[in-house]
């Protein structure tokens, strides 16, 4: 059977680790540093911090033991993107340089790296990505759910995609895994805008008006980054920021909705920093290295001065307005 590690015990490596393992093809293994999640999963098969009233496949099993990665053939890498490549770098002996690693944080793996291009730098392992509309308890409560398998030309993604067939959780594939990790930093940015406009105004027209311009600012931007003209068309492209964009369960939405509530004061800002507030900050300097002036990104940009004090909320609304 196939050795598969997901490092990182917490709601998406816990849901996609249970569809795995539920296959019974692949011998699937829980990696985490929370001794109580370790303990609940293997003693009762239920993660009782992240899925308390959901019984886990018989078949998983969850270690904070390093040695029971060496056999892996591919890890997934379901840990937060702040601190992701510093802790890999911590357990790099027991990485089996040969093993596939797929990343499923969305974030910087530093200021200016994606992760994948970190991971690249670090390991000498193939690297892919993968990235989707997805909450996890919906992929836990076996709800169809898309991903967009990211990999290089040279790298086979047939062994990833397996584990996947005849599953709830269905993939498309790109061959611009930078691309998808740039996406899935980009679409917390304009998430947050369009969680302003909802709080001022709950309006479908301006809804969507708005969305309209973030997606073609966004797809812009991507395309600058190094992203690839069509990545934006797969799963997580249109299909993630319209998840992260419109649905209250998203984090950086909700961000948005405070601000545009007026709950976002200086005090609030240092202590809330979540991927898109850090985005915003890294993007917006990007555009001001590469030569472009604020007004070729007006929602990047206003949305950089919202959130450092620098501009009321009318003004906002008029510089998307005007865009």
């Not at 812009?220 to 964009?245: N, Q």
């Not at 509530?261 to 991927?275: D, Q």
Request: proline share 5%.
């Amino acid at each position: 059977m196939t050795k598969i590690s997901f490092i990182g015990a917490g709601a998406i490596g816990t849901a996609l680790s249970n569809v795995v393992a539920e296959k019974r093809k692949a011998k699937v293994l829980l990696h985490t540093i929370e001794t109580e999640v370790m303990e609940s999963v293997n003693s009762i098969h239920v993660n009782a911090r992240y899925f308390p009233s959901i019984r886990l496949d018989d078949s998983l099993q969850a270690t904070n033991d390093n040695g029971m990665l060496q056999e892996s053939e591919i890890i997934f890498l379901a840990i937060p993107s702040t601190v992701l490549t510093g802790y890999l770098g911590t357990i790099r002996e027991w990485i089996p340089p040969e093993a596939i690693l797929v990343n499923l944080a969305k974030g910087f793996g530093d200021r200016r790296k994606t992760i994948v291009r970190c991971l690249k730098e670090s390991f000498p392992n193939p690297v892919m990505t993968m990235k989707g509309p997805t909450f996890a308890r919906e992929i836990i409560n076996r709800v169809p759910t898309g991903f967009t398998l990211g990999y290089d030309k040279k790298d086979d993604p047939g062994a990833v995609a397996s584990l996947f067939e005849g599953t709830t959780v269905y993939l498309d594939l790109s061959d611009d895994p930078e691309g998808v990790e740039i996406l899935s930093i980009l679409k917390n940015i304009y998430a947050i805008a369009l969680g302003i406009v909802d709080a001022q105004f709950n309006s479908p027209n301006m809804r969507f008006l708005v969305l309209t311009k973030a997606f073609k600012e966004m797809h812009r931007l991507m395309l600058l980054s190094g992203g690839g003209e069509e990545t934006i068309f797969h799963y997580c492209g249109y299909g993630d920021f319209t998840l992260t964009a419109l649905n209250d369960l998203s984090r950086n939405r909700t961000l948005g909705l405070l601000i545009g509530k007026g709950f976002f004061t200086p005090g609030v800002s240092h202590e809330l920093v979540l991927e898109g507030q850090l985005a915003v900050q890294v993007f917006h300097e990007k555009i001001g290295e590469m030569g472009y002036p604020d007004k070729d990104f007006p929602i990047l940009s206003a949305l950089y001065r919202v959130m450092n004090h620098e501009e009321p909320l009318p003004d906002f609304i008029k510089a998307l307005l005007e865009a």
